[in-house]
């Protein structure tokens, strides 16, 4: 069983380190990671918020490259990326996944309710939206943003909403073509703020 010191050396990237179950002073914390090397997908350990001690981390899910991941507002259900840029059922479209579980709040376990396409390759950040009832994932690869319905269950529906980046912008090896990097919601759950590094701008959408 890996110490937590020896796993963040291990994990070649690690893009979401987020506490979800809160007892007393203790935190749970879930890690993302991409799974070249050792890593197996995500890994969760108990945090002393008093003493910043750690527990050995655990796997809590073995899931290929699931970069970030984000909880929906009750800290019921937890979603995660799956950066890769042929998810299976895909069928050579250039798509990655998201993948829902529903988190055991005593044990901090999950399990697996079931994967959609990102609708791009390699979505790189997901948000679930103030209500819990959409996650919207952006494509780093692909350049391009999704909004997926999440069903009363935790189970996630295939994407209701796409939009296709296009441009590029100065530097011309990494701004070739758009590069989605991340959504986040504005505080009033009315618009989608979408960072692109191939682009150089933050677009704006109503939601």
């Known amino acids: 069983m890996p110490s937590l010191s020896r796993l963040l050396l291990s994990l070649t990237c690690v893009v979401a380190l987020a506490p979800n179950v809160w007892a007393g002073d203790t935190a749970r914390v879930y890690i993302g990671s991409y799974t ?3 890593s197996k997908g995500i890994y ?6 008093e003493t910043g001690k750690a527990t050995e981390a655990v796997v809590a899910a073995e899931l290929t490259n699931p970069s970030f991941v984000a909880f929906d507002p ?18 050579g479209k250039g798509a990655g996944g998201v993948t829902g579980f529903r988190i055991n709040a005593d044990t901090g376990e999950l399990t697996k309710l ?7 390759a390699g979505p790189c950040h997901l ?3 103030h209500t819990g009832k959409n996650v919207l994932v952006a494509n780093y ?12 269950d935790g189970t996630l ?6 939009i296709q980046h296009a441009g590029s912008s100065v530097n011309e090896r990494r701004q070739q073509g758009p590069h989605a990097h ?18 150089d701008k933050v677009l704006i959408y109503r939601f």
Do not use: C, M, W
Not at 114 to 120: C, E, M
Not at 141 to 152: E, F, H, Q, W
Not at 157 to 162: I, L, T, V
């Open 182 to 199: 991340s959504v986040n919601l504005s505080p009033d759950n009315k618009y989608a703020f979408v960072a692109d590094l191939g682009l």
């Open 36 to 38: 070249r090397g050792d």
């Open 44 to 49: 969760t350990f108990e945090l002393d918020l």
């Open 127 to 129: 948000s679930v939206d």
């Open 157 to 162: 529906k295939e994407a209701s909403s796409f």
């Open 74 to 91: 009750h800290h019921h259900y937890l979603y995660a990326v799956n950066e890769v840029a042929d998810f299976p059922g895909s069928s």
């Open 114 to 120: 079931n994967s959609q396409l990102s609708g791009g």
């Open 141 to 152: 690869g692909g350049g391009s943003v999704a909004v997926l319905p999440i069903n009363d």
